[in-house]
C-alpha cells in the first residue's frame, strides 16, 4: 500500500471519528441534550428535521407550569408572555440571523407565516403579476405560492435546479423581469442542502423592482445570517430543525423595518391590531412587528427554543457553522471511501461555500435501508424517490456518531 492509501484507511476507521471527537471544542455540548446517554439511538442524523431536545428545557417546562401558569395564571401574560413572542424574535435576531430588534416575531406555523408575508408582499406590488419560485424548494412553500397565485390570479415563474444544486444567479437573471412581484427561495435547499448566495440573489431581485423572501428553515441555528446587511426584506424558518423547540413549536417572521406598516398582512387578529384590550370596533394593526401577528402566541410551545438560542449565544453562531463544515466534509469523506463503491449517488455540493448542514444521498434501495437502520436505532430520513439526508446538528452531533450511522448503511447495502 502507498502513504496516501494508508492514510486513506486510517482517515475511515472508527478510532479516527473517536479522535475528531476527542479534538472537537464543541464536543462537551452533546451531553447537554436530553436522550444523549440513551443506548437505543446510535446514531441521530435527523437533527435537520426535529433538532433533540436540550437538558435545560426539561427544567424550564416543568418551572413553567408550576411556577408561571400554575401559580401566576392570567396574570403572566401582563408579567411577560405577552412580550414573548418579540422577546425571543430580537433573541434569534442578535445570535443567528443578523436582525436588529423589532423586526422578528415568534408565532403561526411555517406555512401560516409565509402565507402571510407572501401575501402581503404581493398587495404591495399590485401591478405586477409573477411570481418565482423553484421547482425543489419544499412542498409547503410550492403549496403555498400556488395557493396565492391562485387567489389573486398571478402567474408562477419556475427555476429548476440541479439535482445537487440549488437556485444560483443565473437561474434567477434567467425569469427575473418587470412582472416579478416576489420572489421566493430557500437559504439552504430542504434536499439537496445547497446554500444559496442571499445578498447577491437579494440584489438581483431588488434590482428587478420585486421583493424577496427567504425561507430559512434549514439554515436557522446553522448557518449565520446577516438579514439587515444583506437588505432582505422578509424571511421565515421553523424553530423545531436547528433551534431545537420540539415537535410544532411556532416560526419566526422577519420584517425589515422600512417595511413594517406599508407591508399589510392579510390575517387581521386582536392580537395584532393596535390595542388589542380595547376590544374596538375595527381592525387597526398595530404599529411594528407586531403588526404581523394575528391571534393568541402560542406561549407553550416557545418554551424549549429559548434554550437553544440561549446555548447558540453561549457558543458563538461562527463556531456552530465551523463544526457544521467539519461534520459535513467528514461525511462525504465516509462517502467517498464507504458508500461510492457501493453504487451510492451524492446529491448535494461539495464545496463547503455552497452546502447547509445536511448531505443527501441516494440509492435505489434506500426506502428498505432507512426503515431497516431506524429499527437499530440509527436515524437518518428519507426523501422520495431514493435519498437518505444526513442531517447534522452541530451541537449534538458527534463524529463517531456519523462514524456509526454511515457503517449501518454499509451493512445494509452489503
Ligand atoms: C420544515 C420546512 C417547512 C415546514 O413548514 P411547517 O408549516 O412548519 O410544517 C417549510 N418550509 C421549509 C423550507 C422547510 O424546510
Same mark, same amino acid.
Given at each position: 500500500m502507498t502513504e496516501t492509501h494508508a492514510g486513506a484507511a486510517t482517515e475511515l476507521?472508527?478510532?479516527?471519528?473517536?479522535?475528531?471527537?476527542?479534538? =472537537?471544542? +464543541?464536543?462537551?455540548?452533546?451531553?447537554?441534550?436530553?436522550?444523549?446517554?440513551?443506548?437505543? *439511538?446510535?446514531?441521530?442524523?435527523?437533527?435537520?428535521?426535529?433538532?433533540?431536545?436540550?437538558?435545560?428545557?426539561? /427544567?424550564?417546562?416543568?418551572?413553567?407550569?408550576?411556577?408561571?401558569?400554575?401559580?401566576?395564571?392570567?396574570?403572566?401574560? =401582563?408579567? /411577560?408572555?405577552?412580550? +414573548?413572542?418579540?422577546?425571543?424574535?430580537?433573541?434569534?435576531?442578535?445570535?443567528? +440571523?443578523?436582525?436588529?430588534? /423589532?423586526?422578528?416575531? *415568534? /408565532? =403561526?406555523?411555517?406555512?401560516?407565516?409565509?402565507y402571510k408575508l407572501c401575501r402581503a408582499a404581493v398587495a404591495a406590488r399590485p401591478d405586477r403579476s409573477e411570481l418565482v419560485l423553484d421547482s425543489d424548494n419544499f412542498p409547503t412553500d410550492r403549496f403555498v405560492l400556488e395557493g396565492i397565485a391562485a387567489e389573486c390570479g398571478l402567474t408562477l415563474r419556475w427555476i429548476s435546479p440541479a439535482n445537487d444544486g440549488g437556485v444560483t444567479s443565473a437561474d434567477l437573471a434567467a425569469v427575473l423581469g418587470p412582472q416579478t412581484a416576489l420572489v421566493v427561495i430557500s437559504h439552504v435547499a430542504y434536499r439537496s442542502g445547497f446554500l444559496a448566495d442571499v445578498p447577491t440573489l437579494t440584489a438581483q431581485a431588488h434590482d428587478a423592482g420585486a421583493l424577496i423572501l427567504w425561507d430559512l428553515c434549514h439554515s436557522a441555528g446553522v448557518i449565520p445570517s446577516r438579514l439587515d446587511d444583506w437588505g432582505v426584506d422578509l424571511a421565515v424558518g421553523c424553530s423545531y430543525k436547528y433551534l431545537n423547540g420540539g415537535p410544532g413549536s411556532p416560526a419566526f417572521g422577519y420584517v425589515r423595518r422600512e417595511h413594517q406598516g406599508v407591508l399589510r398582512q392579510p390575517i387581521q387578529g386582536w392580537m395584532g391590531s393596535a390595542d388589542p384590550f380595547g376590544m374596538g370596533e375595527n381592525y387597526e394593526p398595530a404599529a411594528g412587528i407586531r403588526g404581523y401577528t394575528s391571534g393568541t402566541p402560542p406561549i407553550l410551545g416557545m418554551l424549549a427554543m429559548q434554550d437553544m438560542i440561549a446555548l447558540i449565544g453561549q457558543v458563538g453562531i461562527d463556531a456552530v457553522r465551523e463544526k457544521s463544515v467539519a461534520l459535513t466534509e467528514y461525511a462525504l469523506k465516509l462517502y467517498d471511501g464507504v458508500l461510492a463503491p457501493l453504487g451510492v449517488d451524492l446529491s448535494s455540493p461539495r464545496a463547503a461555500q455552497w452546502r447547509g448542514g445536511h448531505i443527501t444521498i441516494d440509492h435505489p434501495s434506500f426506502r428498505e435501508v432507512t426503515a431497516a437502520l431506524w429499527a437499530k436505532g440509527v436515524i437518518p430520513d428519507f426523501r422520495n424517490p431514493d435519498g437518505i439526508r444526513l442531517g447534522l446538528s452541530p451541537l449534538s452531533t458527534g463524529f463517531a456518531e456519523v462514524w456509526l450511522g454511515v457503517e449501518a448503511i454499509r451493512q445494509e447495502l452489503s
Open positions: 476507521s472508527f478510532d479516527y471519528a473517536q479522535g475528531l471527537d476527542l479534538a =472537537d471544542p +464543541l464536543s462537551e455540548y452533546t451531553k447537554a441534550f436530553a436522550g444523549s446517554d440513551d443506548q437505543d *439511538v446510535v446514531a441521530y442524523l435527523d437533527g435537520n428535521s426535529l433538532g433533540r431536545p436540550l437538558k435545560a428545557s426539561a /427544567g424550564r417546562i416543568a418551572d413553567f407550569i408550576r411556577e408561571q401558569w400554575g401559580s401566576r395564571l392570567i396574570r403572566r401574560w =401582563d408579567e /411577560g408572555w405577552l412580550a +414573548l413572542p418579540q422577546e425571543i424574535g430580537d433573541a434569534l435576531g442578535r445570535v443567528a +440571523l443578523g436582525a436588529a430588534p /423589532g423586526q422578528i416575531t *415568534v /408565532g =403561526d406555523s411555517t406555512t401560516v407565516m409565509l
